[in-house]
């Protein structure tokens, strides 16, 4: 049998010990990693929950609001003195979308993106209207073309006239005082027309469909 010398227990024991301390370390570490990992999780649920009650009350004011439009517009209002817009304004229940339609002679001239210094005010009274009423909604702004082919202006069609017209609009609306992260601006070339019933052939018809749309999402 081995007999260990003092020396050899002093450094056994002093391994020994080593050895404890370090793993009552890394169990401490462990312990503070984990506690740390719980008190995150607690905080992004308190978070999560806090958001979700925000949306549910969101949602519910938003009901309340589409509801007392509806009753006002079945009372026989106006829709534009309802919504507080001028113009072509019209109201889709089923979409909660208002939308407010201007003819593209009022805004531009022929196949230019460049808004005419007239269309001014009818912007500015947009501008206002959502700004009071409507801010945080979601806008859309929504340009159309007839299906005349592009022959004269330096656009490749009429999907990237409507397009640079719906920028122009944006931009406009964002410089008066939109959120930029609400609105969104959309081209639809002549995709959907506003009277296609007439086919797109009498000019009656070709006017209707040159235009641009404020679209204001209610849900």
């Known amino acids: 049998m081995h ?45 999560t929950s806090a958001e979700k009650a925000k949306l549910a009350d969101q949602v519910a004011q938003d009901q309340v609001t589409i509801e007392e439009l509806q009753k006002q517009l079945e009372g026989g209002k106006p829709v534009g003195q309802a919504t507080g817009f001028e113009g072509d304004v019209t109201w889709n229940k089923d979409q909660g979308t208002i939308t407010v339609t201007l003819p593209d002679s009022i805004l531009f001239a022929p196949g230019a993106v460049t808004l005419k210094s007239a269309t ?49 609009v944006t931009r406009y609306l964002i410089k ?10 959309v081209g639809r070339g002549a995709s959907a027309p506003k009277d296609p019933s007439a086919n797109n052939s009498a000019a009656a018809a070709k006017a209707k469909n040159r235009r641009v749309e404020i679209v204001v999402h209610m849900k």
């Open 3 to 47: 007999a260990f010398t003092n020396k050899q227990i002093a450094v056994l024991v002093s391994v020994l010990s080593v050895s404890l301390l370090s793993g009552c370390t890394n169990w401490r570490q462990r312990y503070e990693y984990l506690n740390v990992e719980h008190e995150n999780l607690k905080g992004q649920h308190a978070k």
């Open 120 to 168: 001014s005010r009818q912007l500015d009274q947009i501008a206002s209207v959502i700004k009071e009423k409507y801010s945080g909604r979601l806008i859309d702004v929504v340009g159309h073309t007839d299906t005349d082919p592009i022959r004269k202006s330096k656009w490749d069609d009429n999907l990237q006239l409507s397009t640079e017209r719906a920028n122009a």
């Open 176 to 185: 008066h005082g939109l959120s930029e992260s609400h609105v969104r601006s």
